[in-house]
Structures are given as structure tokens and as C-alpha cells.
């Protein structure tokens, strides 16, 4: 259990240190005077790296190792977020979101097979979704992290903070981890697995998946400041607080992940999660705050569910990479659509913009059926 919670404890700050840039993206905005599209297109660059990162995510861990993968990843976002307050103007952060990406996407394909390693058959299902909790935390956690930070800092404060964790992570996983053992392939690049149909469905469920999730998490700041003119601290608290009932539900999706059935909780989860996003396009406040908890709380718990997919699917040569290939899609997600939304908010509204999101997400919920052999 200490293992688990360090390396849960990794995949939050890899995943709380990209989502903290929404609950602050509103100071950002103010700061360097920019609109809503430019401001969204950090989440963009940040998932170009991210993505190109996952794609060849293998190769690099056959080259120099699942445990210098994650060191390494530590140790450079810990460093791009020391540059960060320095940028004298907003297009330098660019680049820097780029290799913030390209860090942070070295992380998820590096630790799932060392958690297969790690743990025992029976056990995987539970290590893994209890550390696949840690990004729902992360999402929750974000905008708290940024309210107290900023009492005391401007939002450079943030970045600050979290640079300092990243560097102290590298060192604990350096002190406590081992190698796996695996047996180096030539042409380590498995493109048949680009070929899969499994790959494809799982993909586009993620890419609305995450759409949905942090793609949203990431605009909703704007679209409560900026659109429904709420106060930024009443915003924010407003947003952490929605995030609640995900980090409480895909931790407990964990103790019992084994003992329903994936396809039908995929299902229901994903279709549950685009009703709820087409809701919060409901111009009265009160309920948009009481929908904006339930959607919260429903679309982190997907993901829980098809991290355990991944070890079912694809044999144990192949998971590292199709969990990169995999989430590399997620940059669509994560990157267009936040900056699709910013475009709708600029020239048409935000509500537009998540409405449709709503609706896709809805009509893709379907794949789960077309997705076979993942019960066993």
C-alpha cells in the first residue's frame, strides 16, 4: 500500500500540475491581456507534447527504462515550472507547454508496467484503478491548491510550488524503485496494434471521455468568469467543490472494479457524463452549480474503468505502448477541445460549444458494445 500511494501520489501531481493551469487561466488572461482562444490554446501545446510523447512512449522506455522514464519526467516538469513566471510575454510559454507535455506524457506508459510487475495478477485490477484514482483527486485538488496558494503569491506563486514538489518526487522514486526486467526488442514500435480495431474504439471513447472531463474541467473557469460573470474566488470554489464526488467515486471504483461488469459501467458512465455536459447549458445558475457536481462526479470514473481494459486487451509486451497509443488520442480531448470551446466562447458562446460536445458524447457511448474479451 506505501508503493501504491507514492506512485498515486506521481500520477496526481503529473496530472494536478497540467489542470492547475485553469482555476488560474483567468489571472493569466488578465495579466498578459490575451482572449479566450489564445488564453485555451496552452491546453493545445500542452497536449501536442503530451501526445507525441505517449506515441513513442515505448521505444523510449526500451531504450533507457520505465524507471528513468518517470525520473526523468519529474525532473523536467519541475524545471518548466520554474521557467514559467519568468516568460516576459505569453508567447514563450508555448514551447514550455510543449515540453510540459512531452514530460508529463513519459509518466502513464512507463508506470503500468511496473504496477503489472509490482503486484500480483489478482491484484491488478485494484492497483490499478485505485492509482488511476489520483488524476480525479488531482482535478478536485487544483482549484483549492491555487485559492491558498494565491492568498499568499500572484499565481507565479503556483508554479513555483509545484516545481519544488516535482524535483523532491524525483528523488523519492530514484531511492525506492527498481527496473523491470523485460526482454528489448527490435523494432520495439508495435504499429499493429494502430491497427486494431480495440485500439480505435477504446481511442474515441477517450477522446470524448476526456472532451468531457479535463477538456471541459479546463474551460470552465472562463466560462463561469468571463460568460456567467461570477466573482473568480467564488468561481473557483464553486469548481473545486463539484469535484468532489469524482474523487470519491473513482477511489472507491477501485475495491470494487473486479466485480461488475466493465462494458455495461463504461456505458452507462459515458452516457450519464454527455447528458450532464449538454445540462450545464441551462441558463439558470443554481441548477448549473448542481449539475456541474453531478457531471464532475461521473466523467473521471470512465477512466478507472478503461485504464482495467487496457491489461485485459493487449498481452503484457503490449501494454506500455497501447496505453500510449491510447491516451495519446486523449490529446484531442485535452488540447482541440478546450481550444474549440475558447473559439465558441469568442465568436459564439460557451454554451454552444459544450452543448454540441454533449451530444457527441452521447452518440459514442455506443462503441462500448462493438468492444470484445473484456469481462474476463
Same mark, same amino acid.
Not at 523491470?180 to 474504439?201: A, D, N, P, Q
Given at each position: 500500500?506505501?508503493?501504491?500511494?507514492?506512485?498515486?501520489?506521481?500520477?496526481?501531481?503529473?496530472?494536478?500540475?497540467?489542470?492547475?493551469?485553469?482555476?488560474?487561466?483567468?489571472?493569466?488572461?488578465?495579466?498578459? &491581456?490575451?482572449? +479566450? =482562444?489564445?488564453?485555451? @490554446?496552452?491546453?493545445?501545446?500542452?497536449?501536442?507534447?503530451?501526445?507525441?510523447?505517449?506515441?513513442?512512449?515505448? /521505444?523510449?522506455?526500451?531504450?533507457?527504462?520505465? $524507471?528513468?522514464?518517470?525520473?526523468? !519526467?519529474?525532473?523536467? !516538469?519541475?524545471?518548466?515550472?520554474?521557467?514559467?513566471?519568468?516568460?516576459?510575454?505569453?508567447?514563450?510559454?508555448?514551447?514550455?507547454?510543449?515540453?510540459?507535455?512531452? !514530460?508529463?506524457?513519459?509518466?502513464?506508459?512507463?508506470?503500468?508496467?511496473?504496477?503489472?510487475?509490482?503486484?500480483?495478477?489478482?491484484?491488478?485490477?485494484? #492497483?490499478?484503478?485505485? +492509482?488511476?484514482?489520483?488524476? @480525479?483527486?488531482?482535478?478536485? =485538488?487544483?482549484?483549492?491548491?491555487?485559492?491558498?496558494?494565491?492568498?499568499?503569491?500572484?499565481?507565479?506563486?503556483?508554479?513555483?510550488?509545484?516545481? /519544488?514538489?516535482?524535483?523532491?518526487?524525483?528523488?523519492?522514486?530514484?531511492?525506492?524503485?527498481?527496473?523491470?526486467?523485460?526482454?528489448?526488442?527490435?523494432?520495439?514500435?508495435?504499429? +499493429?496494434?494502430?491497427?486494431?480495431?480495440?485500439?480505435?474504439?477504446?481511442?474515441?471513447?477517450?477522446?470524448?471521455?476526456?472532451?468531457?472531463?479535463?477538456?471541459?474541467?479546463?474551460?470552465?473557469?472562463?466560462?463561469?468568469?468571463?460568460?456567467?460573470?461570477?466573482?473568480?474566488?467564488?468561481?473557483? =470554489?464553486?469548481? &473545486?467543490?463539484? $469535484?468532489?464526488?469524482?474523487?470519491?467515486? /473513482?477511489?472507491? #471504483?477501485?475495491?470494487?472494479?473486479?466485480?461488475?461488469?466493465?462494458?455495461? #459501467?463504461?456505458?452507462?458512465?459515458?452516457?450519464?457524463?454527455?447528458?450532464?455536459?449538454?445540462?450545464?447549458?441551462? /441558463?439558470?445558475?443554481?441548477?448549473?452549480?448542481?449539475?456541474?457536481?453531478?457531471?464532475?462526479?461521473?466523467?473521471?470514473?470512465?477512466?478507472?474503468?478503461?485504464?482495467?481494459?487496457?491489461?485485459?486487451?493487449?498481452?503484457?509486451?503490449? $501494454?506500455?505502448?497501447?496505453?500510449?497509443?491510447?491516451?495519446?488520442?486523449?490529446?484531442?480531448?485535452?488540447?482541440?477541445?478546450?481550444?474549440?470551446?475558447?473559439?465558441?466562447?469568442?465568436?459564439?458562446?460557451? $454554451?454552444?460549444?459544450? #452543448?454540441?460536445?454533449?451530444?457527441?458524447?452521447?452518440?459514442? !457511448?455506443?462503441?462500448?458494445?462493438?468492444?470484445?474479451?473484456?469481462?474476463?
Amino acid at each position: 500500500m506505501l508503493f501504491l500511494l507514492f506512485i498515486w501520489f506521481l500520477w496526481f501531481m503529473s496530472f494536478t500540475s497540467r489542470a492547475i493551469f485553469s482555476p488560474i487561466m483567468p489571472l493569466i488572461e488578465d495579466d498578459f &491581456g490575451i482572449a +479566450h =482562444a489564445r488564453a485555451t @490554446s496552452v491546453f493545445t501545446f500542452i497536449s501536442i507534447g503530451y501526445g507525441v510523447s505517449l506515441f513513442f512512449s515505448g /521505444t523510449f522506455a526500451n531504450i533507457f527504462g520505465y $524507471r528513468k522514464a518517470i525520473i526523468l !519526467s519529474n525532473l523536467i !516538469s519541475g524545471t518548466v515550472y520554474f521557467l514559467i513566471p519568468n516568460i516576459p510575454a505569453f508567447k514563450f510559454i508555448y514551447p514550455l507547454a510543449i515540453i510540459l507535455g512531452m !514530460s508529463s506524457g513519459l509518466y502513464l506508459p512507463s508506470i503500468m508496467p511496473l504496477i503489472t510487475d509490482y503486484y500480483e495478477k489478482k491484484l491488478w485490477g485494484k #492497483a490499478i484503478a485505485l +492509482h488511476g484514482s489520483g488524476p @480525479s483527486v488531482g482535478i478536485f =485538488a487544483a482549484p483549492f491548491i491555487a485559492l491558498f496558494v494565491l492568498q499568499f503569491f500572484s499565481w507565479k506563486g503556483v508554479f513555483f510550488l509545484l516545481g /519544488t514538489v516535482m524535483f523532491v518526487c524525483a528523488g523519492i522514486f530514484s531511492s525506492i524503485t527498481d527496473e523491470v526486467r523485460m526482454e528489448k526488442k527490435k523494432g520495439y514500435f508495435l504499429f +499493429h496494434i494502430l491497427k486494431s480495431k480495440t485500439f480505435w474504439i477504446i481511442g474515441t471513447m477517450w477522446i470524448f471521455s476526456a472532451g468531457c472531463n479535463l477538456g471541459l474541467y479546463l474551460v470552465i473557469p472562463l466560462y463561469l468568469v468571463k460568460e456567467l460573470l461570477m466573482d473568480i474566488e467564488e468561481a473557483n =470554489a464553486i469548481f &473545486g467543490m463539484s $469535484r468532489i464526488g469524482g474523487a470519491i467515486l /473513482t477511489v472507491s #471504483a477501485g475495491f470494487f472494479v473486479d466485480r461488475i461488469s466493465i462494458k455495461k #459501467a463504461s456505458f452507462l458512465l459515458m452516457a450519464s457524463t454527455g447528458i450532464f455536459t449538454l445540462l450545464l447549458t441551462v /441558463t439558470n445558475l443554481n441548477f448549473i452549480k448542481v449539475i456541474l457536481f453531478f457531471q464532475a462526479t461521473v466523467s473521471p470514473t470512465i477512466f478507472t474503468f478503461a485504464m482495467v481494459m487496457i491489461p485485459r486487451l493487449f498481452k503484457e509486451e503490449e $501494454r506500455g505502448q497501447a496505453t500510449g497509443f491510447i491516451v495519446t488520442l486523449t490529446m484531442i480531448g485535452t488540447g482541440v477541445i478546450p481550444y474549440l470551446l475558447g473559439l465558441s466562447g469568442d465568436y459564439l458562446s460557451f $454554451r454552444f460549444g459544450i #452543448a454540441l460536445l454533449g451530444i457527441l458524447t452521447i452518440v459514442s !457511448s455506443g462503441l462500448v458494445g462493438l468492444l470484445k474479451d473484456i469481462e474476463r
